[in-house]
């Protein structure tokens, strides 16, 4: 029935629908996904830097090179907490970025513009990354954030990461049974809010020009960013290397072992191992 009304809103009264559809799709319903991984970010350093939103949180620890961490919409800093885990082990310093307006940082709205930005006042507040991790949203405002605002990590791992924004609002759209006349007034609500085409926000377009190394990692059973997303990004990115991982959803390859070893050991391939810490006789 919600459904219905919204197409019917869409062809009968398409400026208050390009307004309602506009504010919701800029404002996150939920600040965070997961309670695993908490116990790890109470290891590290909370910090405070100045975002494009206002204050934002990060979380950071570890010596050695610097690897971040990009969360996707709806979560925060604890998606990646496993990972970075990992990759901390493996003797590399970590920095979780809590996007504008998600887990400790402020504000109430933001949009993948605002996200690249974060990213590139932490790599301004932090120093720049040696490699960079990103989920779902987090890996094209990653990609945003190399292409417009001169951030150069040596590789970047996408996980389950869409291929364009477009193109994924209407997969989002079709999938919740949007008829195509709201899935276009949705897409004109999103360039709006943007202050921008929409269509121009792709990774195919930005891919052919970086250089960083790239590992895409999507799960055959994604149904958020379809792993066909994660074939067509790293077709488009020079030498990039793809893991599609059987029986794997949308957000199984945060924590699955599998994903882990081979993104981590990704990430941090010069790095020296932690020492294990010697217990007190």
């Known amino acids: ?16 629908f390009r307004a309602e559809a506009g504010r919701r799709f800029v404002t996150p319903r939920a ?6 991984g908490r116990a790890f970010l109470n290891t590290l350093q909370a910090e405070d830097f100045a975002g494009p939103g206002g204050r934002q949180r990060a979380w950071t620890g570890g010596q050695g090179p610097l690897v971040m961490f990009q969360h996707g919409w709806e979560a925060d800093s604890a998606d990646l907490a496993t990972l970075a885990e990992a990759v901390m082990a493996r003797g590399c310093s970590v920095c979780l970025i809590d996007g504008p307006a998600h887990g400790q940082s402020e504000g109430r709205q933001a949009t993948l513009l605002d996200f690249a930005a974060g990213i590139a006042a932490a790599a ?11 989920h779902s949203m987090g890996f094209p405002a990653t990609v945003i954030a190399m292409d417009r605002h001169g951030l150069s990590p040596r590789r ?14 209407s997969f989002q759209g079709r999938r919740m ?14 360039s709006w809010r943007l202050g921008e085409p929409a269509d121009g926000l792709s990774v195919l377009h930005s891919a ?12 055959r ?7 066909e997303a994660g074939m067509r990004i790293a077709a488009a990115w020079p030498g990039a290397q793809l893991e ?14 599998d994903v882990v070893e081979r993104v981590s050991a990704f990430l941090a391939p010069d790095a020296q191992p932690m020492a294990p810490r010697l217990q007190a006789s």
Do not use: C, Y
Request: no cysteine; hydrophobic share 50%.
């Open 1 to 16: 029935m919600k459904m219905l009304a919204a197409n019917l809103a869409a062809w009968l009264a398409p400026g208050r």
């Open 31 to 36: 600040r965070r996904q997961s309670d695993t």
């Open 124 to 134: 301004r507040a932090f120093g720049e990354p040696d490699a960079v991790a990103a």
């Open 156 to 169: 970047v791992a996408g996980l389950a990461g869409p291929d364009a924004l477009t193109a994924n609002v």
């Open 177 to 190: 049974g949007m008829s195509q006349t709201a899935i276009k007034r949705l897409l004109d609500a999103v």
């Open 208 to 219: 052919p020009r970086l250089r960083a190394e790239a590992l895409i990692v999507h799960g």
């Open 221 to 227: 059973e994604d149904v958020i960013s379809p792993p």
């Open 244 to 257: 599609l991982m059987d029986a794997m959803g949308h957000r199984a390859v945060l924590r699955h072992p």
